[in-house]
């Protein structure tokens, strides 16, 4: 039995000391990783277009609920997709209806020769330019009807405040970037 106790009690300090050692070794090399560990800080921030997107649902929102609070049929604004000229790509654009009848007026008087000498000649097409030119009194008329609507309708002036609110949030966040 002696001799059973002597061999295993070297056995056993052999074996202490490998896993001593063993433990030490890895105590440092886990404090050698953490003096080497590089800390990389990671910052979101919502994209660009996430403003736009906000701010277009916004315009949509509110020239609903104005649409629908509009008694003069000529005040209300209408939303469409328009390709503008050498470009094939559609973009929203909203006029009110009094700037489209004007439109819709002048081109029709441009299409119309003015005499029988002018053979098919057409006068030239109007520009966005010379419609709100000529629509400036009635421009006029609807922003008045529209301050008044916005003063009577709590509801039209949250709409027109979360309108202006998302403007300026994209405006600014376009410029930063």
């Known amino acids: 039995m002696k001799t059973l106790r002597t061999m295993c009690l070297p056995q056993l300090l052999c074996l202490f000391v490998i896993i001593s050692f063993s433990l030490n070794l890895?105590?440092?090399?886990?404090t050698k990783n953490e003096e080497n560990l590089e800390v990389i800080d990671v910052v979101g921030e919502k994209p660009l277009k996430y403003y736009r997107d906000q701010m277009k649902l916004a315009?949509?929102?509110f020239y609903d609920m104005y649409n629908?609070?509009?008694?003069?049929?000529?005040?209300?604004?209408?939303c469409r997709k328009e390709k503008p000229t050498?470009?094939?790509?559609?973009?929203?654009?909203?006029?009110?209806?009094?700037?489209?009848?004007?439109?819709?007026?002048?081109t029709q008087q441009a299409l119309i020769p003015k005499s029988q000498d002018a053979?098919?000649?057409?006068?030239?097409?109007?520009?966005?330019?010379?419609?709100?030119?000529?629509?400036?009194?009635?421009?006029?008329?609807?922003?008045?009807?529209?301050?008044?609507?916005?003063?009577?309708n709590p509801d039209l002036y949250r709409q027109y405040l979360a309108l202006r609110k998302s403007v300026e949030m994209y405006k600014q966040k376009k410029e930063s970037n």
Do not use: W
């Not at 890895?26 to 886990?30: G, K, N």
């Not at 629908?68 to 209408?78: E, Q």
């Not at 094939?88 to 439109?103: A, M, S, T």
């Open 26 to 30: 890895s105590a440092s090399i886990q």
């Open 59 to 61: 315009e949509s929102n």
């Open 68 to 78: 629908d609070l509009v008694d003069i049929k000529k005040f209300k604004i209408n």
């Open 86 to 106: 050498g470009s094939h790509i559609k973009r929203k654009v909203c006029y009110p209806q009094y700037v489209l009848n004007e439109f819709a007026k002048i």
């Open 119 to 152: 053979r098919g000649l057409v006068e030239p097409f109007p520009t966005i330019t010379g419609i709100n030119e000529s629509v400036s009194d009635t421009r006029n008329k609807s922003n008045d009807y529209m301050k008044k609507l916005l003063i009577d």
